[in-house]
DNA sequence: CGCTCTGTTGAGAAGACTCAATGCCTGTGG
DNA sequence: CCACAGGCATTGAGTCTTCTCAACAGAGCG
């Protein structure tokens, strides 16, 4: 274990300049100097799907930069309905900075790979980096807008336009990020899930039962086509835009 | 209409040193200084119930401090159906800074007074002083946790546990910041809705009806009562906390 | 006093959920 | 290479909650 942090550290301490989100995550704003200064306080963490790296209601002890990868913000209720709350994917930020309590678990849906820092660290160091809180600050506006977009999908939309909306969304979020250098291509015909069909019932806010359904129906409609388990391909996407409302 | 612009600013020259909000919104972190700059970029304005400020879609050329009232941020689908995806209280923040598109409208629920800046005097100003951004992005941080609770609500909460909840929330929201002194009030046994019925079912996501029944039976139920139109009284506290699951 | 707006109540329909059974990949071990 | 177990996904039948549509009641206002 020891062992094991001695070499991530080291490895760590080359990643920063090299790191494949430097230009976009939060870190960009930051000359050499300070980014080894963060270097310092940060650590990279692999985590395997499933694995969690915080729990709801545990204390916030941790903040992260994802890396690599994909993990779900979940919450619940006591008697067992889960909700997730966020997915968030490479170069995006993981935690509460400047406060104490979670309301959400942190769990990887992909092998994914993290830099974390002790929350009270980065804390300390944002403090005295405003060009940090400034990238900080306009990645929460944007993460707010987000959700609240997600509220009017959970509460106004019905089966058939949540999975049409989510099938949309993802073809264009797991569409890489150099992309746009091919321009043009903003979105994937094809794509792997990296959900299951109950994850995204929890996304959804539907059953498990319901999501396979809805998913079934446009597949016989021929607006999408099921390769496999995970995989979907994308026939018709201005019908499944009609769909999504 | 220049004229009163002008009394506005001169009303304004004399109240962010007066301003009731003065210590707990994000201007709190401001000495006289800088607090008479933002003086002069922004001006006091106020709102009649019903009367919006920002429209959905409409670029975003605002932003406010509220310093009285309360007002709905709302999103809806092209096909009428509306949701309220935020309330906003005394000394919270309006508005996207740093970006330009609005995803939903904001509209006055009571009578209020809110302090508007054109956004892009903002930004500037904001970008100069990272006290400013820094109490900016813990409000932010946690609006985005609140959201994220209301999103397990909307969809994985029954009617009952909607409306149960809502209505909690309410006695806790509308309790005069001042209660804090007066130790131990923490929220309110009787108080006035700033909500219509139709409001509410737009803030739980359900209809009007079903909102009115939820309400006849707690107050059937007794763990309520109803006095008057907009009033409410929760007469059976632990019951509804219960109910609110 | 009547008008309008908001809220309440009722009956029926529709959508999603629950429970239960079956089918189909995937990985493991013979 | 095949057989089998376990997990995930699909399908079906029936129920329940909420929505829809429609009528009515009551407060507030001119």
């Known amino acids: 274990m020891r062992r ?7 490895l760590n301490m080359s990643s920063c300049e090299t790191c494949v989100v430097r230009n976009t995550a939060i870190c960009s704003g930051l000359d050499a100097a300070e980014l080894g200064l963060l270097n310092n306080i940060g650590r990279q963490r692999r985590l395997e799907a499933g694995e969690s790296l915080v729990w709801e209601g545990e204390d916030s002890v941790l903040v992260a930069n994802v890396i ?31 406060g104490r309590s979670t ?9 994914a790979e993290v830099c974390v820092f ?6 300390r160091f944002a403090a005295e980096h405003p060009a940090l809180e400034h990238k900080l600050l306009e990645r929460t506006l944007t993460e707010l807008d987000r959700t609240r ?23 264009e979020r797991l569409a890489p990020a150099d992309c746009e250098a091919a321009a043009g291509v903003q979105w994937l ?20 039962e319901t999501v396979s359904r809805q998913m079934m129906a446009l597949s016989r409609a021929g607006v999408i086509a099921l390769p496999s388990r995970r995989a979907v391909e994308i026939v018709d996407r201005a019908a499944l835009e009609d769909m999504a409302s």
Chains 1, 2 share one sequence.
Do not use: C, H
């Open 118 to 123: 002790a929350r009270a660290d980065f804390d």
């Open 4 to 10: 094991g942090e001695i070499t991530d550290n080291a």
């Open 103 to 111: 309301d959400y678990s942190v769990t990887a849906l992909t092998e």
């Open 68 to 98: 690599d990868g994909m993990l779900k913000l979940s919450a619940g209720t006591e008697d067992g309905r889960e909700q997730i709350v966020g997915v968030v994917y490479p170069s995006e930020f993981i935690g509460r900075p400047f």
């Open 189 to 208: 015909k094809v794509f792997d899930l990296p959900f299951s069909r109950q994850q995204i019932g929890d996304v959804l806010g539907l059953t498990i």
């Open 149 to 171: 977009k997600w509220m009017l999908l959970l509460s106004r939309k019905n089966a058939q336009e949540k999975v049409a909306t989510f099938l949309l969304e993802m073809s």
